[in-house]
């Protein structure tokens, strides 16, 4: 698991060579800069760092800075992106790689370099000779969306690291409210741990007080209590978009999307999918799916059909200037509510 790679580094445990790939942006640049912290000074790494793009660079090129003795330093740091020739693909380039050089490298890599191939591809070619090798003799890091027990622990670890310690309800609240985006959830653990200090711990209160919403968690949140046939909260949350300068038909997309995905979950699990397999279907955060398998409860078939019906119908009037924008979203929600 990546956090326990991680761990490593932070305690300057470095392996010869690492392989990061996927598309998680986050965790590959996340690493990358956890290697550059902790293998050099500051002052080293005008010597002793480097980043080659094997689109435009060829690998035996790369390789032989790899082989070169630091200087001013005992370790160098050699980043290899875009390793397209692990993959299916064709690159882009023109650049002809030797690599029977990559395979002798693997075999005998120099004890003082750190080499890092940074591969943000969905799926390498496991069939390819140079893949299972660089497979074989790498630490993977495989830059997937996180499992919902994985993100949880990983909010846990940044607040950790931030010097603050967050209760586990508060998580589940912060989830909820910021998403599961990555780089959005620093932020506010960041800022979450600054207000919280070193003498309280991250409650759920101060997440509810503190964490923005996004647009998708206000709609979240708006047609949670419609579920709970809440129409009066469900207004407020509407006006309060409103007054936030968000646009009427941006706001119906996003509701429509919501009702989308609780339609989608809702048919898969009947299908016998479990929601790992329902957030891999739908290429999702399988705590999205925790949260609208949650919803769809609350509708039966007919209603979600005729809530979809209704939807289009509006997105169709919104587009063709029937009614105005800010009314048809109010009569939406009444209509969902079962109210005309």
């Known amino acids: 698991m990546v956090l326990d790679i991680w761990k490593k580094i932070s305690k300057k445990q470095v392996d010869p060579v690492y392989l990061m790939f996927g598309t998680e942006t986050f965790l590959i640049n996340e690493t990358r800069q956890l290697l550059v912290d902790n293998v050099l000074d500051d002052e080293e790494k005008d010597f002793n760092f480097s980043v080659y ?203 429509t999307g919501q009702f989308r995905l609780i339609y989608q979950v809702k048919e898969l699990a009947r299908k016998g999918y479990g929601q790992q397999q329902i957030a891999g279907t739908l290429k999702i955060h399988p705590f999205r799916v925790k949260l609208a398998a949650g919803q769809a409860g609350a509708f039966s078939d007919e209603e979600l059909t005729r809530i979809m019906k209704l939807l289009a119908d509006a997105d169709y009037q919104m587009k063709t200037g029937g009614m105005k924008k800010e009314m048809l979203i109010e009569m939406i929600l009444f209509q969902i509510n079962g109210r005309k």
């Open 53 to 255: 793009d094997l689109e435009e660079t060829p690998i035996e090129a790369a390789l032989e800075d790899a082989e070169t003795f630091p200087f001013m330093g005992e370790k160098r740091l050699v980043i290899l992106q875009n390793p397209v020739f692990l993959t299916s693909e064709k690159s882009k380039g023109k650049v002809e790689h030797n690599l029977a050089k990559l395979e002798e490298y693997l075999s005998q890599p120099a004890p003082y370099s750190i080499v890092v191939f940074s591969a943000p591809y969905e799926k390498l070619d496991e069939r390819k000779k140079v893949t299972k090798e660089l497979k074989r003799k790498a630490t993977v890091i495989e830059a997937k969306k996180l499992s919902e027990p994985e993100t949880k622990a990983w909010v846990k670890e940044r607040a950790e690291v931030n010097g603050a310690v967050i209760e586990n309800d508060a998580i589940e609240l912060l989830l909820t409210l910021a998403g599961t985006n990555l780089f959005m959830l620093t932020s506010e653990i960041d800022k979450l741990a600054l207000y919280a200090g070193e003498n309280q711990p991250i409650s759920k209160e101060i997440v509810d007080r503190l964490t923005a919403r996004s647009l998708e968690q206000n709609i979240f949140s708006l047609v949670d209590k419609v579920v709970h046939r809440n129409v009066e909260s469900a207004l407020r949350i509407y006006y309060d978009l409103l007054k936030q300068n968000e646009e009427p038909i941006k706001i119906l997309a996003v509701i």
